[in-house]
């Protein structure tokens, strides 16, 4: 189909300049481009719709673009935010770019003979220019009255307390001059983002039709919520950042296999390149038998793929099985820490364990996993206690230091869900 009609049956449509003509337009191949600031050495799961949407449009025979806000980046975009961004020098700029560019090669072909994907960086084009020339050539195109009832502007002015700074005021104006920029240099005729982007991109609409009188289009995509309205991305622990040094592989996998079951087959649809018919085929699934999660691991199986690689997505599914009381033969041990980030954990001299060992109905309450050592008896008996998921009923069983795993750790369960990661110190 159509990349147009592709994106609204994802539900990746929000809003366009002239749908009639963008739609026409894209039965040829046209360049557009998607900016991102780097403000951080990583991008984030909320980057992944603008940038997988770049993607969809190289695949239907586009021309991509990823714009790095080396300039951009340094001012703060105020859309969306109530505060101002803190400001990042150079520096830590040119180095975050150099990480998520790894990352980008995940998401982009940038070795295509026929549509590579290219990085840029718009500091290339605004840094040579003097701050007279600037306002002299593209500062006198734009009036502060339609700058201010942009509501990225408004949004801010309104708040007394933090208000907007007349750095933050000019991003709109860096943001304009870069399309006009890619449209006169590269011919790029089509700027995406999230729908909150709706000011910038039409700024900058304005300004190559005043500068060189072509006609150039914005095509914005939705700001992703979850059903019970709390924001995409965000968890207990902060931002869910696709560097494995930043948020593991397992935590990544574990964000996507416990999405609430109303956003499963949408976020299929927003963030997989499944076709229409197995996402149908999996939505089907899910309404028929939804405890088989067959949608959730489809999903985080495909999204860890993509941004990590099969390996480690095969490691992070065996992470997630060992919880279901999976076997623990050839774990890694980056693997097993991951798992002990996520249960219970309790600290044990190591020379309890040496040279006889220790009762297991003693460590058993010294873990917290039963109260008295009577309990642990019972536990033990009824056939519910598992050392490092392997069942134990033997009431006289000693633990010792050939029980550890990686010298260090010993995996206790009391039932299905009950755990204690017990390690020796």
Known sequence: ?????????RGLFSDCTDTAELRNRLE????????????????????????????????????PLALAGGATGSIGDPSGKSQ???????????????????QLKRLLDFESKTNPANLIDNADWTAPVSFLDFLRDIGKHFSVNQMVAKESVRARMEDRESGISYTEFSYMLLQAFDFYVLCRDRNCELQIGGSDQWGNITAGIELTRKKISRTVFGLTLPLITNSDGSKFGKTAAGAIWLDPKKTSVYRFYQFWIRVDDRDVIRYLKYFTFFTREEIESLAAMHAEKPEARAAHRALAGAVTDMIHGQAATAEAIRASEILFGGRLEGISEATFNDIVGEV?????????????GLLLVELLPLSGLCSSKGQARKDIEG????INNIRESDIQRLVTTNDLLFGKHILLRKGKRNYVVVTAV
């Not at 056939?383 to 598992?386: I, P």
Request: hydrophobic share 40%.
């Open 84 to 102: 101002e961004r803190q400001l990042l020098t150079k520096e830590l700029l040119d180095s975050n770019i150099a990480s998520v560019k790894e």
């Open 344 to 356: 219970p954990s309790k600290q044990l001299e190591k020379a309890k364990l040496e040279s006889s």
């Open 383 to 386: 056939g519910g206690v598992n």
């Open 28 to 63: 040829a191949p046209i360049t557009l481009y998607c900016g991102f600031d780097p403000t951080a050495d990583s991008l984030h799961v909320g980057n992944l719709v603008p940038l997988l949407a770049l993607r969809r449009f190289q695949l239907a025979g586009h021309h």
């Open 1 to 9: 189909m159509n990349i147009f009609d592709e994106l609204e049956w």
